[in-house]
């Protein structure tokens, strides 16, 4: 039945006195934690744990704050520096103008007319009398050793090499009207060692079919002249290997032919290098003998079948320099003849500026760099040095951000080295190029070299040049590699910075929060992928180029799951395992797994979304950085105060009065600021929501303590209702034994006395079991006034429909038989001293 209303002569609750005398009476540090919360800004009074825990949460968050704009002129300057000196916007504009006319440049795909048989479709090139084999192609087409003559006569020659006009004077070494060609063409080829592939079979029945049949193994290169010598038993240049020199200094990295899928075309190339230890086999083309010298001579290597099946590998290499925008560029069309028959064509660049300090503002960005990179060894050093002081470097090296940091300073090292032996190789192609102009023939378009040693001095340049590029070309794409890595590097410093804001620390401490669930997911996630990629290798590898190795199948599956496939393509042979594979691939890797790992962000991001919701943000807190360094340049430190509090016994309650008791010079605002905010971020926490699975996981605990307890009751009342059949059909009495069981035993007076003290022990014991029992009664009674003061006080002072009115000291509740019970509470004046209690009335109305 419903209890009756209050009666007019109840007065109000005083809710925040009851609940400060509630606080005094409970020694449950949890619940005088939600009191407190729950109390509003008259309770000011907190413990000396969450005190300290506020304290060293206001220390970091202004550590990170001050953190922050180094974090960001690091990043900044370094940006700066490394766009200064690698003019990138420059370097890929001549970059861009060669690679497209190589890599686009067509040739018709016609031989010369000696070569065939027929007559039809003569044409006159450049006086050559010529038959049209194809259409129009461009490089990724030559698939023959014809093509590749072709394609180097129409397409690269006439683009780098200048032809003779004795009516218009041409400058000898310009390339696309800016660009100047420095040291001629070198045309290169590697070659393999040619044996019997009879040796390369144990077996008698392969040993009778390849007889007498030439192998070219892949790995074994030659370094013996070939072809027929020319006047005097002498070979011409190029039909024997350079000088050990070249072959050595070149470091030479023969690049095997590896496929790569593009979306573009099936063709590409991803160049993966290994040690060489061959021989190059080279031929130079010199820009100042023209045009019609240089297709001369790539026809004699035509015509003597320098290129044939040992060949392995053929590069073209130049090298322009463009004046205007100071940009070298390093140019090599590679054609790979691989072991299977096919020919693998592929330009390779290397654009770097010509003068890195053109610029006064490369310099300042260097200085301006260098000097936030000693700042951040000078604070690490520190930082280390007061762990070691106190023995804590084990502890300091567990935090992550610490190896931040130190990895910051190492890449920034290892980028600074790397740069000067750039720098150190750029002034010897600077050096090289001097000398080839020097040794360049003084007559005019045309005419050969004074002397022979001049001409021997312009080639072994022009030789150390393209060697020196060419470990150049390597060192900068790595070094290219390591700086686009250390910007990445440099980007998570600033998840760091930004735990000094609590709205922008969201994603950081999602990241943290979820990092140990998200590695489980990955291992499961990658054993997955590495199942369904090695399964491709087998229902595509022999006919898709990006399924044929393991780390193409690999990315070609994660591809998939990004969304980017060809549904067609990969059923192409209309296999049903085919289906079977990409089907079930997409459901359980790209719909299950992927969302899994999405709900694994989103479930921590919403605890920790909702915890920020109640901080400052960061306009606010900047707002309170600038209120700090104006008006409260005379506050204690925060360190200071930490000790203060620190000292005092167990865990205390502190207000501002006892704050201000302890440390005499802390000004009154200052403490009843530190107690107000140490109170709120108690209130923010008890506050404090769960994560979605945090929530599913107690309302499944909570299910399953609830579902055990209804079996024990339900096992109780089968037992009870078990018990009271027996009883009712007396069948409990059957099983006591006969009358003459029993009978009289009479003890001795001193035995008995000693059972008479044991009764009444037991009698006393039950009467103190009894006696505990009520005031466990009487216990659970407060308990439940105690609840119906927090709920009275959530319910009217916290009601917006309600107007507040005076609160007197005395409340009305409901007891448990339906009736209105009148309790007065000790009241207090402002400063907390008891005034008096009034009586306890109970008013009893019935229904």
């Given at each position: 039945?419903?209890?009756?209303?209050?009666?007019?002569?109840?007065?109000?609750?005083?809710?925040?006195?009851?609940?400060?005398?509630?606080?005094?009476?409970?020694?449950?540090?949890?619940?005088?934690?939600?009191?407190?919360?729950?109390?509003?800004?008259?309770?000011?009074?907190?413990?000396?744990?969450?005190?300290?825990?506020?304290?060293?949460?206001?220390?970091?968050?202004?550590?990170?704050?001050?953190?922050?704009?180094?974090?960001?002129?690091?990043?900044?300057?370094?940006?700066?520096?490394?766009?200064?000196?690698?003019?990138?916007?420059?370097?890929?504009?001549?970059?861009?103008?060669?690679?497209?006319?190589?890599?686009?440049?067509?040739?018709?795909?016609?031989?010369?007319?000696?070569?065939?048989?027929?007559?039809?479709?003569?044409?006159?090139?450049?006086?050559?009398?010529?038959?049209?084999?194809?259409?129009?192609?461009?490089?990724?087409?030559?698939?023959?050793?014809?093509?590749?003559?072709?394609?180097?006569?129409?397409?690269?020659?006439?683009?780098?090499?200048?032809?003779?006009?004795?009516?218009?004077?041409?400058?000898?070494?310009?390339?696309?009207?800016?660009?100047?060609?420095?040291?001629?063409?070198?045309?290169?080829?590697?070659?393999?060692?040619?044996?019997?592939?009879?040796?390369?079979?144990?077996?008698?029945?392969?040993?009778?079919?390849?007889?007498?049949?030439?192998?070219?193994?892949?790995?074994?290169?030659?370094?013996?002249?070939?072809?027929?010598?020319?006047?005097?038993?002498?070979?011409?240049?190029?039909?024997?290997?350079?000088?050990?020199?070249?072959?050595?200094?070149?470091?030479?990295?023969?690049?095997?032919?590896?496929?790569?899928?593009?979306?573009?075309?099936?063709?590409?190339?991803?160049?993966?290098?290994?040690?060489?230890?061959?021989?190059?086999?080279?031929?130079?083309?010199?820009?100042?003998?023209?045009?019609?010298?240089?297709?001369?001579?790539?026809?004699?290597?035509?015509?003597?079948?320098?290129?044939?099946?040992?060949?392995?590998?053929?590069?073209?290499?130049?090298?322009?320099?463009?004046?205007?925008?100071?940009?070298?560029?390093?140019?090599?069309?590679?054609?790979?003849?691989?072991?299977?028959?096919?020919?693998?064509?592929?330009?390779?660049?290397?654009?770097?500026?010509?003068?890195?300090?053109?610029?006064?503002?490369?310099?300042?960005?260097?200085?301006?760099?260098?000097?936030?990179?000693?700042?951040?060894?000078?604070?690490?050093?520190?930082?280390?040095?007061?762990?070691?002081?106190?023995?804590?470097?084990?502890?300091?090296?567990?935090?992550?951000?610490?190896?931040?940091?130190?990895?910051?300073?190492?890449?920034?090292?290892?980028?600074?080295?790397?740069?000067?032996?750039?720098?150190?190789?750029?002034?010897?192609?600077?050096?090289?190029?001097?000398?080839?102009?020097?040794?360049?023939?003084?007559?005019?378009?045309?005419?050969?070299?004074?002397?022979?040693?001049?001409?021997?001095?312009?080639?072994?340049?022009?030789?150390?040049?393209?060697?020196?590029?060419?470990?150049?070309?390597?060192?900068?794409?790595?070094?290219?590699?390591?700086?686009?890595?250390?910007?990445?590097?440099?980007?998570?410093?600033?998840?760091?910075?930004?735990?000094?804001?609590?709205?922008?620390?969201?994603?950081?401490?999602?990241?943290?929060?979820?990092?140990?669930?998200?590695?489980?997911?990955?291992?499961?996630?990658?054993?997955?992928?590495?199942?369904?990629?090695?399964?491709?290798?087998?229902?595509?590898?022999?006919?898709?180029?990006?399924?044929?190795?393991?780390?193409?199948?690999?990315?070609?599956?994660?591809?998939?799951?990004?969304?980017?496939?060809?549904?067609?393509?990969?059923?192409?042979?209309?296999?049903?395992?085919?289906?079977?594979?990409?089907?079930?691939?997409?459901?359980?890797?790209?719909?299950?797994?992927?969302?899994?790992?999405?709900?694994?962000?989103?479930?921590?991001?919403?605890?920790?979304?909702?915890?920020?919701?109640?901080?400052?943000?960061?306009?606010?807190?900047?707002?309170?950085?600038?209120?700090?360094?104006?008006?409260?340049?005379?506050?204690?430190?925060?360190?200071?105060?930490?000790?203060?509090?620190?000292?005092?016994?167990?865990?205390?309650?502190?207000?501002?009065?006892?704050?201000?008791?302890?440390?005499?010079?802390?000004?009154?605002?200052?403490?009843?600021?530190?107690?107000?905010?140490?109170?709120?971020?108690?209130?923010?926490?008890?506050?404090?929501?769960?994560?979605?699975?945090?929530?599913?996981?107690?309302?499944?605990?909570?299910?399953?303590?609830?579902?055990?307890?209804?079996?024990?009751?339900?096992?109780?009342?089968?037992?009870?209702?078990?018990?009271?059949?027996?009883?009712?059909?007396?069948?409990?009495?059957?099983?006591?034994?006969?009358?003459?069981?029993?009978?009289?035993?009479?003890?001795?007076?001193?035995?008995?006395?000693?059972?008479?003290?044991?009764?009444?022990?037991?009698?006393?014991?039950?009467?103190?079991?009894?006696?505990?029992?009520?005031?466990?009664?009487?216990?659970?009674?407060?308990?439940?006034?105690?609840?119906?003061?927090?709920?009275?006080?959530?319910?009217?002072?916290?009601?917006?429909?309600?107007?507040s009115s005076p609160r007197s000291p005395s409340m009305t509740v409901a007891d448990e038989d339906n009736s209105m019970t009148k309790r007065a509470y000790p009241t207090t004046d402002?400063?907390?001293?008891?005034?008096?209690?009034?009586?306890?009335?109970?008013?009893?109305?019935?229904?």
């Amino acid at each position: 039945m419903a209890a009756a209303p209050p009666t007019e002569d109840v007065a109000e609750v005083d809710l925040p006195r009851d609940i400060a005398r509630l606080l005094q009476g409970d020694s449950n540090s949890d619940l005088r934690k939600v009191l407190k919360a729950k109390g509003g800004s008259n309770l000011v009074e907190v413990s000396k744990e969450s005190l300290l825990s506020h304290l060293e949460e206001m220390k970091r968050t202004r550590d990170e704050c001050r953190k922050f704009p180094f974090v960001l002129l690091f990043f900044i300057s370094f940006a700066t520096s490394v766009l200064n000196h690698e003019h990138i916007s420059d370097v890929s504009q001549v970059e861009r103008s060669f690679r497209g006319l190589l890599e686009e440049g067509g040739f018709e795909g016609s031989l010369p007319e000696e070569l065939v048989v027929t007559e039809s479709g003569i044409n006159s090139i450049r006086g050559r009398d010529r038959t049209f084999v194809a259409g129009h192609k461009v490089m990724k087409d030559i698939t023959t050793l014809a093509d590749v003559w072709l394609y180097l006569e129409e397409a690269v020659l006439p683009i780098v090499i200048n032809e003779i006009d004795t009516s218009w004077q041409a400058p000898a070494y310009r390339v696309l009207r800016y660009n100047q060609l420095i040291g001629g063409i070198q045309i290169q080829q590697i070659r393999r060692q040619q044996e019997d592939c009879a040796s390369a079979f144990s077996g008698d029945e392969m040993v009778g079919l390849v007889q007498g049949f030439q192998c070219y193994p892949p790995a074994k290169y030659s370094k013996e002249c070939f072809g027929e010598p020319g006047i005097g038993g002498e070979y011409d240049p190029g039909w024997c290997p350079d000088p050990d020199k070249s072959t050595e200094a070149n470091g030479r990295r023969l690049f095997a032919e590896q496929f790569a899928y593009d979306g573009k075309d099936d063709t590409s190339l991803a160049l993966f290098g290994y040690g060489f230890e061959g021989g190059l086999y080279t031929v130079t083309l010199l820009g100042h003998l023209g045009l019609e010298k240089a297709l001369e001579t790539l026809a004699d290597l035509r015509d003597r079948n320098w290129l044939d099946a040992a060949s392995a590998w053929l590069g073209v290499k130049f090298l322009v320099l463009n004046a205007d925008l100071a940009v070298y560029t390093h140019c090599i069309v590679n054609v790979w003849l691989s072991s299977s028959g096919a020919l693998i064509p592929a330009a390779t660049f290397s654009s770097f500026p010509a003068e890195p300090y053109q610029h006064q503002s490369a310099v300042a960005s260097d200085a301006i760099y260098f000097a936030l990179w000693l700042h951040l060894v000078v604070t690490c050093s520190a930082s280390l040095t007061k762990a070691i002081k106190r023995g804590q470097v084990r502890a300091h090296f567990s935090i992550g951000w610490t190896w931040l940091n130190w990895l910051t300073i190492i890449g920034g090292g290892i980028c600074t080295v790397a740069f000067v032996l750039f720098y150190d190789r750029l002034r010897d192609v600077k050096q090289f190029g001097l000398d080839i102009a020097a040794n360049r023939p003084t007559g005019p378009f045309g005419v050969d070299f004074d002397t022979p040693e001049q001409r021997n001095g312009y080639m072994a340049t022009s030789t150390d040049m393209h060697i020196t590029l060419a470990q150049m070309a390597v060192s900068l794409s790595y070094l290219r590699n390591f700086i686009a890595s250390y910007i990445v590097l440099l980007t998570l410093r600033f998840f760091e910075a930004f735990l000094g804001q609590p709205r922008l620390a969201v994603v950081t401490k999602t990241l943290l929060g979820s990092a140990v669930d998200v590695l489980h997911f990955l291992i499961v996630l990658l054993s997955v992928v590495i199942s369904y990629a090695l399964a491709g290798m087998f229902l595509f590898g022999h006919r898709l180029i990006q399924f044929s190795q393991f780390y193409m199948s690999f990315n070609s599956c994660l591809v998939i799951v990004w969304g980017s496939y060809e549904y067609e393509e990969l059923i192409e042979e209309g296999s049903f395992y085919s289906s079977i594979w990409f089907f079930s691939f997409i459901a359980i890797v790209a719909l299950i797994t992927v969302n899994m790992f999405i709900a694994i962000i989103i479930d921590i991001h919403a605890k920790v979304k909702m915890e920020a919701n109640s901080k400052e943000n960061l306009f606010v807190q900047l707002g309170s950085m600038i209120q700090h360094l104006w008006t409260r340049r005379d506050w204690v430190p925060y360190a200071v105060v930490k000790s203060a509090v620190a000292e005092f016994d167990g865990n205390m309650d502190i207000t501002a009065a006892v704050l201000l008791s302890k440390i005499e010079t802390m000004p009154p605002k200052q403490a009843a600021a530190l107690i107000e905010e140490a109170a709120l971020a108690d209130k923010a926490e008890a506050e404090s929501g769960f994560s979605l699975s945090t929530a599913t996981t107690m309302v499944g605990l909570i299910k399953q303590e609830v579902t055990s307890i209804a079996e024990a009751l339900e096992f109780f009342e089968q037992m009870e209702e078990h018990e009271e059949e027996e009883r009712r059909d007396g069948a409990w009495t059957s099983q006591l034994p006969p009358e003459s069981y029993f009978h009289e035993v009479t003890l001795d007076a001193e035995a008995e006395g000693k059972l008479n003290g044991i009764e009444q022990k037991l009698l006393d014991l039950e009467d103190s079991i009894t006696m505990s029992m009520q005031e466990t009664l009487d216990s659970g009674q407060a308990t439940r006034d105690r609840l119906r003061v927090l709920t009275r006080y959530i319910t009217e002072a916290w009601s917006p429909d309600e107007p507040s009115s005076p609160r007197s000291p005395s409340m009305t509740v409901a007891d448990e038989d339906n009736s209105m019970t009148k309790r007065a509470y000790p009241t207090t004046d402002r400063k907390g001293a008891m005034l008096g209690a009034s009586d306890v009335t109970v008013e009893d109305e019935q229904d």
